[in-house]
């Protein structure tokens, strides 16, 4: 598992704080099972006051647990602590995030609740959209390889992302996919990360993306696509075989009741970057 173990001890420990709306997400649950590990680990609410009140009362058990919390940040909406025990430490963040999904979460042994992976891989789409860090890089591949292709994630967020088009978010990603090797080398990971490889992966998943989304009709963009119970990236000549999936406020689950079980087991089961 890619999280260390003061990572594994801390969300262990706080996954009883967690529910429905207090839950993680970010790269950590995209990489529990990959080689590379996250550097902090981002817990999401949907108000600032429930923010507040998550960093306070978990900070507070993790101290009469023996763990060293000090405070980089405590704003309305970001509270980021380092944390610290036995040597070890890791960075832990309360955020305000729309509750706006495709998905309702999920309850998780290790997380408490985590936000479902569709959901994470949407996100991850727009942050690489948005922002330079190439860590990034490496989850759009492993979304592309074991939870959605990127074309579909890359379709649903338009939803999430007034203003782009899919095409616009693949063109955001290219522009952003640039790094040294320095900044490759940085990456903590089990195993080497090969940049090369990495960047072809990711080309060729781009460029299939760009195919998909041009053959789509623009009515249909961000909506999911369901077939036998799973999303999947549809066939833009039938897509009335498919069941389109919207999304909203908390999420939702689709007609099947297969969608859970079966994408969530889908999700933990392959091996990750």
Known sequence: MPLTKIQTDVLRLLAAHRDPESYVAGSTPINRTAAGFSSDMEVFHDREERVARAASEDAAFLESHGFTVRW??????????AVEHSGEATKLEWVVESDYRFF????????????????LAVNKVMAAAGRREVRDLVDLVT????IIPLGAAIWAAVDKAPGFTPAGLIREIRRNSSYSRVQWRALM???PVEPDEV?????LALDEAGAFVGK?????AGLLFLENGRVVQP?????????????????????SSEIDAALFEHYQAKPRI
């Open 143 to 146: 979304i592309h390889e074991t």
């Open 189 to 191: 990971s089990t195993e």
């Open 72 to 81: 980089q940040r405590r704003e309305p909406a970001i509270y980021t602590a």
């Open 235 to 255: 066939d833009p000549a039938r897509l009335g075989d498919y069941q389109a999936h919207s999304g909203q406020r908390r999420g939702q689950w689709p007609a």
């Open 216 to 220: 789509m009709p623009t009515s249909e």
């Open 199 to 203: 960047m072809t992966r990711l080309r």
């Open 104 to 119: 309702p979460t999920v309850p998780d042994e290790i997380f408490g609740y985590v936000l479902h992976p569709v959901d």
